[in-house]
């Protein structure tokens, strides 16, 4: 009974999954660690769907592209600093 | 300045969408430098200092802005899986359907609306470490936070922008 209960709580849990679940994708857990992860993923279709998902997440966001940047953008801040200060910062500064 | 100017409104225009309001917050990010100056030690980079003042300015400014439907810390607790006393999950996860963002233009204004739900502080290490692809070093030093702490917001970011978009591509 003691030993089931032993095996039980050894084993890699969907919690402990979730919680190291960036440390395994970015390849950061000891091999013996990324292995019973493997294991349990390979036999949890929740926490494999979970981490597809989680991937699918990260690669949706990195699909945003950065907003253009003004052309004018240099001059209207040099602008605005000599208006607040009262200086004339040389733009090539 | 050109390209430092290009960098913070960029990093910015990470946070925040309306144009006017980045272009503002970047000047204003400047008159904080030049005015702060002498708290510029060189231990980091300059850009790094710029994109600190950045981020603050930007952050400060989705706290205060009524536009934004922003979801509370403790309901950013309630996305989070939760597990039984063996540590098995509790939620039963549907998969995704592919053909609800098949068009790039909608597939971006999703992701978007979901990470405007997100709070400042969350949505920072995202525009940060998932958007700019700064390291976990860069991150930490720009947010005045630990490595670790940095890693443990993304966990949470990534894990709630997981269930918004869930909720608009679950079969």
Known sequence: MLKKITSILSRTSCKSVSEFLMDYIEGRLEPKTADRFDAHINSCANCKRYLDQYRETVSLVKEIPGPPVPAELEERTCQFINDALGIDLDRKS | MRVESGRVYRCIGRMIRDTDEIQNLTQETFLQAIQNIESFRGESKISTWLCSIAINLAR????????????????????????????????????????????????????????????????????????????????????????????VRLHRARQALRVLLDQKLAK
């Open chain 2, 60 to 151: 400060a400014h989705l706290r205060k802005s009524k536009r934004y439907d922003v979801l509370e810390e403790s309901e950013i607790e309630q996305l989070l899986p939760t597990f039984g006393i063996l540590g098995q999950g509790q939620q039963v996860y549907t998969d995704w359907d592919p053909e609800r963002y098949t068009e790039r233009n909608e597939r971006i204004d999703m992701v978007h609306a979901a990470l405007d739900k997100l709070p400042a502080d969350y949505r920072a290490v995202i525009a940060l470490r998932d958007l700019e692809e700064l390291n976990t070093e860069e991150v930490a030093e720009i947010l005045n936070i630990s490595e670790g702490a940095v890693r």
